[in-house]
Nanobody, 127 residues
Framework: QVQLVESGGGSVQAGGSLRLSCAASGYRVSSKCMGWFRQAPGKEREGVAAIYTGDGSTYYVDSVKSRFTISQDNVKNTVYLQMNSLKPEDTAMYYC????????????????????WGQGTQVTVSS
């Protein structure tokens, strides 16, 4: 059974940092497309970042480029999202996703289907 467990969310002031973790069980993150998404109240889910763990290639939505970094630790079977210079508009529930049907690095971006999802971790940024 595949489980993705997010952690690391919390409340911070604008300009602060958080690191989210996504620990996978029943699933090997190596050579997979993994993603981070977020959903704010009343808004649609938004893809934030993706990483193809086979070669470390990454994708970011424009609003988080240069502030967020997605990374992997294949030994710990975990994917991370380092979030710096946080803004109030980053407030949302953040979800980790993993591809169910591997398509290779050329198809790793947040707009594709993933198949496996975590329960989410809340991030709140105050001004």
């Amino acid at each position: 059974q595949v489980q993705l467990v997010e952690s690391g969310g919390g409340s911070v002031q604008a300009g602060g940092s958080l690191r989210l973790s996504c620990a996978a069980s029943g699933y090997r993150v190596s050579s997979k497309c993994m993603g981070w998404f977020r959903q704010a109240p009343g808004k649609e889910r938004e893809g934030v970042a993706a990483i193809y763990t086979g070669d470390g290639s990454t994708y970011y939505v424009d609003s988080v480029k240069s502030r967020f970094t997605i990374s992997q630790d294949n030994v710990k079977n975990t994917v991370y999202l380092q979030m710096n210079s946080l803004k109030p508009e980053d407030t949302a529930m953040y979800y980790c996703a993993a591809e169910k049907y591997p398509l290779g690095g050329g198809y790793c971006y947040t707009g594709r289907d993933f198949g496996y999802w975590g329960q989410g971790t809340q991030v709140t940024v105050s001004s």
